[in-house]
């Protein structure tokens, strides 16, 4: 069974450029999450989708981030434009929304803005 | 707000002995999950613990969770260099849906 992919893998940007990052769920997995890994710590939740729905962006720097999911499988997280505080892993999990709802995690962009 | 705290954050230690792990959160929960993470890659599933004085073993690794408590170990049994990594507990508030908490994270180097 393939797992999450992520495209690109690396990205290294000028601030104040656009850069997009996508994902491709797990098949049949209908919940998708986007998160930020800065160095040396956890991940953080940036946006939670329930298919096409997102159910919980709190987390989302609405200002300069936005995502979508339009048909309810791959996702696009995009930031306009980057800061030299952006650069950090963003990683894609997903899940099923079934108990224990246990996440499974992309290989990550990394991202460097200069 | 939720609050997950690991100890220690770098453990260096030699091949063949035993430590332990602490994750603590701060608030109700009912699911407590943990993942290994090597150096540029993603994170890895290893355990999920889903009620109070669950325990699950896999190989040289044993995690418990204690609920009452809010505290989940991770033990490791007679370390070998394989299991160099960063560990990471999440946990997820209860009743707010799958939303995953990560603690800081356990940088764990296992010296022959």
């Known amino acids: 069974e393939a797992g999450v992919v992520q495209s690109p893998r690396y990205k290294i940007i000028e601030k104040k450029q656009p850069v997009a990052f996508w994902c491709n769920p797990i098949?049949?997995?209908?919940?998708l999450y986007w998160y930020r890994q800065n160095l040396g710590q956890g991940p953080e939740l940036l946006i939670r989708?329930?298919?096409?729905?997102?159910?919980?962006d709190s987390q989302l720097p609405k200002d300069r981030f936005s995502a979508e999911r339009l048909k309810g499988v791959d996702s696009t997280l995009k930031i306009q434009p980057a800061e030299l505080g952006d650069s950090a892993v963003y990683l894609c999990?997903?899940?099923?929304?079934?108990?224990?709802?246990?996440?499974?995690f992309g290989p990550g962009t990394r991202l460097t803005v200069t | 707000e939720l609050k997950v705290e690991q100890n220690p954050l770098f453990l260096s230690m030699q091949e063949g002995k035993n430590y332990t792990i602490y994750c603590n959160y701060s608030?109700?929960?009912?699911?407590l999950y943990w993942y290994r993470q090597d150096p540029g890659k993603s994170l890895e599933s290893l355990f999920v613990?889903?009620?109070?004085?669950a325990v699950k073993q896999e190989g040289r690794l044993m995690a418990s969770l204690d609920t009452k408590a809010r505290l989940s170990t991770l033990h490791i049994t007679a370390a070998v260099h394989d299991l160099s990594a960063t560990y990471f507990c999440?946990?997820?508030?209860?009743?707010?849906?799958?939303?995953?908490?990560f603690g800081g994270g356990t940088r764990l180097m296992v010296k022959p």
């Open positions: 999440a946990v997820d508030i209860k009743g707010a849906g799958n939303m995953l908490t």
């Open positions: 608030t109700t929960s009912d699911r």
């Open positions: 098949s049949g997995h209908n919940t």
């Open positions: 989708y329930e298919n096409e729905e997102a159910v919980d």
């Open positions: 613990l889903l009620s109070n004085g």
């Open positions: 999990a997903s899940s099923l929304y079934d108990y224990p709802y246990e996440q499974y």
